[in-house]
């Protein structure tokens, strides 16, 4: 008999939906018999520290410490009423059928943060949290995290979190971390479960702890918080610990103190979901319009290419995709059963079979569905696109990120401007929203190619929906770092030392432009007045998450 698991989401994250993690990995495990739980930390996070009790406790805080200040106290007075109202409001259908009504949510939602951050003393959001002192970068600090929770500002709230995740009496409790934004909370809340007397194994897995595998050794502090880091698919990994009832051997496991490290390696595919368990999820509290079930239609990356992205690294999980029928009667089934009206696929791209196939097997359901799709050429039929709207797609998320062909060419990404600027106006004229996703700072952009981007951006006032413009980070892994010279870099390194798990590097280049030029170059583009407007239409902090249903003006 397998022991009982409960795996647990760690806050902090948008709660708009359910982690697609949990769903897929406890559909996983309750299929072959494993009696396995799951808990949205996230959503429980949330609930608790918007408590009417809760928020009148930070208001009376901030009220005594702040006695000079009228305006804060002002909002700190207001700020428990109305984002008891804002919450409501966003948990339902009326508010999205209006900008002003939508954006006013919003704002009474962003009070009761501002008053959470000046109560705690870190910085909270609907999609951060950052502490003043500790870093989610540094496995001192996360490890400080878990030995004295109450450094976070947040511990009495995490403290309710912990509560609920020992009521089902848990053998072994899985916390996941898909967010840099999580993992202060995932250390606290293990420290937390051990002051309350948890003595099962506790594991962290999700994105974070996945990106993190080339910078752990057995000796640091991480392994004494936790019994085991997975990284990588967890299928098998959980499925061997929960039937054996310990930490044993497995691919992808991480656990000197067991005398396990990664056994087996990322030789072979590793076995996956994409079914996910619905049972015991309550919907109620996520800031939606009406359910909204996230999935994955495939595993790792079909293209794996572009040199900038640590999927297209060598020891990465090898693409894997979901059989497109049986996912479709899943989603239907979710829509009959649980009020399922958005699907999020969370993949690296969807393919344009899988595209296909979703928009038939979905037609005349009512569900509407998005996520990140390639710049291919089957996107380039106008009749493709307006099948896709018909199929219920409502917004693609897609990375153009430059109108420099060469520079796309450099940076492996296989897509072409002429051909996103096909495909934004057919998603236009089908009536999918466009969530377009531009990348500067690559190595060797001139400031004339920056230029011609923002001009690109500008001649689809219209087509693009929604914009995210960003400045390019070095990440670990990938082409780059194997061969920078290949791209003009130099002086390739680390960060800083206390950081030491941090993804990203520092870099050099005679041909690069520095960082100050283009946060210039990318300022002036965000006072241009087309660009500005595009830029307003986009859903404060929840983003692409609310970008297929917020109202636009």
């Known amino acids: ?61 901030v009220l005594a410490e702040e006695t000079g200040d009228k305006r804060r106290a002002t909002a700190a ?23 002003h009504l939508y954006r006013s949510a919003i704002g009474e939602l962003s009070e009761g943060y501002r008053l959470a951050s000046r109560a705690t003393g870190a910085h909270l959001s609907a999609s951060d949290f950052t502490h003043p002192s500790l870093s989610a970068l540094s496995s001192k600090d996360l490890c400080s995290a878990a030995e004295n929770p109450s450094l976070l500002g947040t511990a ?50 999700g994105g974070v702890a996945t990106s993190w595998k080339e910078r752990l050794s057995p000796e640091m502090g991480i392994f004494g918080v936790f019994d085991a880091v997975v990284t990588g698919p967890g299928e098998e990994a959980l ?32 076995e996956v979901s994409f079914s996910p368990s619905l049972e015991g999820l309550d919907f109620d509290g996520y800031l939606s319009p009406a359910p909204i079930l996230p999935v994955s239609a495939s595993r790792g990356c079909y293209w794996a290419r572009c040199a900038f992205c640590p999927e297209a690294a060598g020891d ?46 979905l037609k005349g359901s009512g569900i509407k569905w998005y996520g990140f799709a390639r710049l291919e050429r089957q996107l380039e039929d106008p009749l493709f696109m307006k099948n896709m709207a018909a199929g219920g797609c409502a917004m693609l998320q897609l990375g153009i990120e430059s109108a420099s062909k060469r520079l796309l060419d450099l940076m492996r990404k296989g897509i072409d401007p002429d051909r996103a600027s096909v495909i934004v106006e057919n998603a236009r004229s089908a009536g999918i929203r466009v969530f377009g ?28 929906t929604f914009l995210n413009l960003s400045l390019m980070n070095f990440p670990r892994g990938g082409e780059m770092e ?9 002086n390739v390194r680390g960060r800083d030392e206390k950081n030491d798990l941090s993804l990203y590097l520092e ?11 283009l946060r210039r170059i990318l300022t002036e583009a965000k006072r241009d007045p087309v660009i500005k407007k595009m830029l307003l239409r986009s859903p404060p902090w929840l983003t692409s998450n609310h970008g297929a249903f917020a109202p636009l003006p």
């Open 1 to 61: 008999m397998s022991a009982k698991i409960l795996l647990v989401s760690a806050p902090v994250a948008k709660a708009c939906e359910p982690d697609p993690a949990i769903l897929a990995l406890c559909g996983f495990l309750r299929a072959r018999g494993v009696d396995a739980q799951m808990l949205d930390g996230n959503l429980a996070f949330a609930k608790e520290i918007f408590s009417p009790k809760r928020l009148s406790a930070f208001a009376d805080k």
């Open 77 to 99: 007075k207001r700020a428990p009423i109305h984002v008891a109202e804002a919450i409501k409001k966003l948990s339902g259908e009326t508010v999205y059928r209006s900008f």
């Open 156 to 205: 009495e709230i995490l403290d309710a979190v912990a509560a609920k995740a020992l009521e089902g009496s848990p053998e072994i409790i899985g916390i996941s971390a898909t967010y840099l934004s999580q993992a202060l909370h995932a250390f606290a809340l293990a420290g937390l479960l051990r002051e309350k007397g948890f003595c099962g194994p506790l594991i962290l897995g």
């Open 239 to 270: 499925l061997k610990i929960a039937t054996e009832g310990k930490i044993v051997p497995s691919a992808g496991v991480l656990a000197p103190r067991h005398g396990v490290w990664d056994e087996g390696g990322d030789s072979g595919r590793r």
């Open 316 to 361: 990465r999980q090898p693409y894997a995709a979901a059989n497109a029928d049986e996912l479709s009667e899943i989603i239907l089934r979710a829509k009959k059963e649980r009020g399922v009206r958005f699907v999020h696929f969370t993949d690296n791209a969807l393919s344009p079979l899988h595209l296909q196939k979703f928009a038939e097997n």
């Open 437 to 464: 996703y531009f990348l500067f700072g690559m190595p060797t952009e001139t400031p004339e190619e920056a230029r011609r981007t923002i001009g690109w951006i500008k001649s689809h006032p219209e087509a693009l």
């Open 482 to 490: 194997a061969a920078p010279d290949q791209f003009g870099l130099e």
């Open 507 to 517: 870099y050099a280049g005679k041909e690069t432009m520095e960082r100050r030029e």
